[in-house]
């Protein structure tokens, strides 16, 4: 069988790159791709480079945003006496979509895993530490997934963030899988019985 075309061994490479798609979606994709429509071709790098432009990282909490900082940080009806720290910005939606929390947040950007090489500095936590220096909260609530990994990086920063009191939500949340996943009553009653790490 000859080969592909180059320009669609090349779309398929880059595609490829994408997480959760494999050589054979990646080759599918491509495929589809180069024989659909010029404009809906054209209409979606567009919309690519447009949504990679206009987003940054908010430089206060690291959410996704458009204006930095981003609409929560900057909003003064927020509770600023409390901050949850989140694993990924996709957290926050979830929690701002189930409208039970109104404090403001911070992105740890993942969890300490020495497995996979993530130490502590590999994290958003001097970020932390800077913004409870300037502005000390009453609280931080821990949201990371119940896992080993969440367990271990919640003591870690209990201890190092004292004597600022740490909590973390109640047990309730699925085992090994991030805030994602989490439905809006499960969320709430998590909050709620939030408990003292340490
Ligand atoms: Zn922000």
Redesign the pocket.
């Known amino acids: 069988m000859p080969a592909l075309p180059d320009p669609i061994l090349a779309l398929t490479a880059a595609l490829g790159k994408l997480p959760g798609i494999g050589p054979r979606s990646a080759e599918r994709l491509a495929l589809f791709l180069v024989q659909s429509n010029v404009t809906f071709v054209r209409d979606l790098a567009q919309v690519l480079v447009a949504a990679r432009e206009r987003i940054k990282t908010?430089s206060?909490?690291g959410?996704l945003?458009e204006q930095d900082?981003?609409a929560?940080?900057s909003d003064p009806r927020r509770d600023s006496s409390v901050i949850c720290v989140v694993e990924h910005p996709v957290d926050i939606l979830t929690f701002e979509k189930a409208g039970v929390y109104h404090g403001l947040y911070h992105v740890l950007g993942g969890k300490i895993s020495p497995l996979n090489g993530i130490e502590p500095e590999d994290l958003r936590i001097a970020e932390l530490e800077s913004r409870l220096a300037k502005s000390p909260v009453q609280e931080i609530v821990l949201a990371l997934s119940t896992d080993v990994e969440g367990d271990a990086t919640s003591y870690y920063l209990a201890k190092r963030l004292a004597p600022t009191k740490v909590s973390r939500l109640a047990s309730g949340l699925p085992a090994g899988s991030g805030l994602e996943f989490t439905d809006e009553v499960t969320l709430n009653h998590a909050l709620e019985g939030r408990r003292n790490v340490i």
């Open positions: 908010c206060i909490c959410a945003t900082p981003c929560i940080c």
